[in-house]
């Protein structure tokens, strides 16, 4: 990594599988201009079901791999990582994760601020979520289930079989139950799913996804720190540890265009 961080450098973004996808798109639309590197950690995709330990190490090896390609700034677009793993991990450019800007954007949702999240296993058990929207609002009321099977299904393509619909009905009828008028979307594999989410909640209850408020944020900090780009056209590379021809089909269809720039980086 460079002493001095370069206006020009691209931005890294780090997910364990296709999930983060939906950051890059968000990121892409506020700020066409920037470069982005995503790292996929397919290879050891879901997090969700490992320890603490395993997925700080594996958010260790995604940071490094992104000092090494000179990054300005770094997003760990995985919501488990970021609640396991951000505060124990330092670098010499800035990181921003995704639970802070969406749970901001939950409370600024929520009208009777009752309001579920769900997430992996590890995400919920963190209480990462709960405990920045008690700190922001300690009167809201937070339902948290974890909903271990949605990232597979995503990672398969299931958003819209009769088999994602009933795990969605399984999960979330507690929520759905305690009147619920808001729903974190905390894994960003999640809003793949939100149109049956949508369809089993109805249209009274507000999804919300993180992207889009960590992208807002990160430009944000970009601009505070002089690091924006006002030239250029904006690129994507995306690296993955496993399964490059699968990311690049299911990930064409997560971002709507094609994929050109795939490339393998062996897990460490």
């Avoid at 009777?112 to 700190?135: D, F």
């Avoid at 720190?225 to 990930?251: I, M, P, Q, W």
Wanted: a negative charge.
């Amino acid at each position: 990594m460079n002493a001095e961080i370069s206006i020009n450098s691209p931005i890294g973004i780090f997910d364990s599988g296709l999930g983060g996808l939906t950051v890059v798109k968000a990121i892409r639309e506020r700020m066409p201009k920037e470069d982005v590197i995503y790292y996929g950690d397919t290879a050891h995709v879901p997090y969700g079901s490992k320890s603490k330990e395993t997925i700080v190490g594996f958010t260790q090896d995604a940071v490094k791999f992104f000092l090494d390609h000179d990054v300005k700034c770094i997003v760990i677009a995985c919501n488990t990582a970021t609640a396991l793993a951000l505060p124990e991990i330092s670098a010499p450019v800035p990181m921003l994760g995704v639970i802070e800007a969406g749970a901001r954007a939950a409370l600024a949702a929520s009208k009777n601020y009752k309001i579920g999240v769900i997430g992996t296993s590890a995400t919920i058990a963190s209480e990462a979520y709960p405990n920045v929207l008690r700190k922001l609002n300690p009167e809201c009321a937070i339902y948290a289930h974890p909903c271990p099977l949605f990232v597979p299904l995503v990672e398969e393509g299931w958003l819209d079989r009769e088999a994602t619909k009933m795990v969605v009905k399984e999960y979330l009828t507690p929520l759905k139950m305690a009147g619920i008028d808001t729903l974190v979307l905390g894994c960003t594999h999640y809003p793949l799913l939100a149109g049956v989410i949508g369809d089993f909640l109805g249209p009274e209850v507000r999804l919300v996804d993180s992207a889009s408020a960590s992208a807002l944020e990160l430009e944000t900090i970009l601009k505070e720190k002089g690091l924006l780009r006002n030239d250029g056209c904006g690129s994507e590379t995306f690296f993955v540890t496993d399964g490059a021809a699968k990311f690049s089909e299911t990930g064409s269809r997560f971002l709507g265009h094609n994929l050109q720039a795939i490339k393998y980086t062996p897990s460490r």
